[in-house]
């Protein structure tokens, strides 16, 4: 029996389960929202074309209309300053976007400090219990944070000083990004980086040192608490919108069970 014959029967008797971590896209799907004088991208909207009518009696079908970076998304290296020679998202070669994960949980420390951020040694005691990180694979930073995503203001949770969510420190982006064979951070939260980041040095350190690295974001996960520390493999799934910064995206998990 082939590879893939196996797959797909090991699928349909349940011994391997895919795992969606996609959030819903809809019209309530938190976005988002950058202070003035910085522009924001539009929400998720459905317009009616026909159903079942006199503008289309057989069939129902809709417009829409989106930011790249709305509900769960992918984020290519050009979507960053520093990473503006490199790939647009239908540049990504399609054998990237089928990939090994691993899953760091600090949803713990997260629900205890909502401004709680990955550093080196967090990583490296998770590499000392787990094994290394994968080669050419996601990290998946979990922090319970997709219990909130039906609230967009307790998802986005700001107040005067700020939004507040879980991240990363500069230091540990930058190693993650430049000294570790991942090809990419996926988050729960709304970006990849912390809520506060943009007071970071450089601000928005993980947008600034992962794509400039040439590798990649996903985020507004869902489900990664369904994940195994380490043995999913992924499947990451954005349009490949032409010059495209970014692109909302199905994501999807295998998981041996």
């Known amino acids: ?38 522009a924001n991208t539009v929400p998720f909207a459905l317009r009616q074309i026909s159903r079942y009518d006199d503008r289309g009696p057989a069939w129902y079908w809709n417009d829409f209309t989106t930011g790249e970076h709305v509900g769960t998304h992918f984020d290519a290296p050009v979507h960053w300053v520093t990473g503006r020679d490199g790939e647009d998202v239908s540049q990504v070669e399609p054998r990237r976007l089928v990939a090994p994960a691993v899953v ?35 990290l998946f930073y979990r922090t319970g944070w997709d219990a909130r995503s039906g609230d967009a203001d307790a998802f986005l949770n700001a107040d005067e000083t700020g939004p507040h969510s879980p991240g990363i420190s500069a230091d540990c982006a930058r190693w993650l990004a430049e000294e570790t064979p991942i090809i990419g951070i996926g988050v729960e939260t709304v970006g990849t980086d912390a809520g506060a980041a943009h007071g970071f040095e450089p601000p928005f350190p993980c947008h600034s040192y992962f794509l400039g690295a040439g590798k990649y974001g996903l985020t507004q996960l869902q489900n990664l608490a369904r994940l195994p520390a380490r043995g999913a493999v992924v499947l990451a799934a954005p349009l490949p919108i032409v010059g495209g910064s970014g692109s909302p995206a199905r994501v999807l998990a295998l998981v041996e069970r």
């Open 104 to 138: 760091l949980d600090a949803s713990a420390r997260a629900a205890a400090d909502p401004d709680f951020v990955l550093e080196i040694d967090h990583v490296r005691a998770w590499e000392k219990a787990n094994g290394p990180l994968p080669d050419g694979g996601w």
């Open 1 to 38: 029996m082939s590879v893939l014959a196996e797959l797909l029967n090991a699928v349909a008797a349940g011994s391997v389960e895919v795992v969606d971590l996609t959030a819903p896209l809809s019209e309530s799907t938190p976005i988002l929202r950058l202070p003035e004088p910085f």
